[in-house]
């Protein structure tokens, strides 16, 4: 299947999980995709299951402007022209509003916000006129919980970002749109720094949360982000919920 012969795409966080997921579909489809990832070790395992001339895993750090700079300068040596950006950067913590610290509340913005902001800036200059870009969000985007209040509040902030690149890149035909994962099955579960049982435990609730009763997969969230990456050609400023209804009023499943 070629369906995204020619189309050329970078994945900022695109090194495991969701982001993996998108870089794996694309490659598939006859794309040519540079991603980026911080750990070593997800980078190299990266490398190793993407293995194709048409795949460019680079190390890339969405807190260090000196690094976004140079991720514009290594994408267009390496792609020149871009059609796709999935700005798929994010950092989410349990910690309860009363144990926020300015050095965590910091590191949240600084990933989950900033980063995602100045890597956007950088990269679309390098977009054709017509391409798209998606933004990793959250279904915490809108509410949330007292244990991932500065998480809820950054990923607001990333939506908002959104619409208003949205209206700045009209004149070029760019749209610009947001993906809401609710409870995913992926390594982290989404959360840093969880034990094995903590991860088994969130799960569980997950699960329980959900009105579809299981967590989604990768791939799901995958053919959501190219759907509006590629297909959706009459939508821009949007936000495409992937939660098995959590974030829909729909009661559980009993």
Aim: hydrophobic share 40%; charged share 20%; net charge negative.
């Amino acid at each position: 299947m070629n369906e995204y012969s020619g189309k050329k795409a970078v994945v900022a966080g695109g090194t495991h999980g969701m982001g993996l997921a998108v870089v794996k579909t694309l490659l598939d489809g006859g794309a040519e995709v540079l991603l980026t990832g911080r750990n070593e070790k997800n980078i190299e395992t990266a490398r190793a299951e993407v293995a194709s001339p048409a795949a460019h895993v680079v190390r890339s750090d969405a807190t260090s402007m000196a690094d976004i700079h140079a991720l514009g300068d290594l994408v267009e040596e390496k792609l020149g022209r871009i059609d796709f950006v999935f700005v798929n950067i994010g950092l989410a913590k349990l910690e309860p509003f009363d144990q926020v610290t300015e050095a965590s509340y910091d590191q949240s913005f600084d990933t989950n916000t900033k980063g995602a902001f100045f890597t956007t800036q950088r990269l679309t200059p390098l977009i054709r006129d017509g391409g798209s870009i998606v933004f990793t969000t959250s279904i915490a985007d809108e509410g949330g919980t007292d244990t991932l209040t500065v998480y809820s509040g950054a990923k607001a902030a990333v939506r908002a970002f959104a619409k208003g690149i949205a209206h700045a890149l009209l004149p070029r035909n760019i749209r610009v749109n947001v993906v809401s994962p609710g409870f995913i099955d992926t390594p982290t579960m989404g959360i840093a720094g969880l034990t094995d049982d903590d991860r088994d435990s969130f799960r569980e609730m997950g699960d329980m949360a959900t009105p579809m009763k299981r967590h989604g997969t990768v791939e799901e969230v995958a053919a959501a982000v190219l759907f509006l990456a590629f297909d959706a050609t009459f939508t821009t400023g949007a936000r495409l919920t992937i939660d098995g209804g959590i974030g829909q009023g729909i009661p559980a499943a009993q």
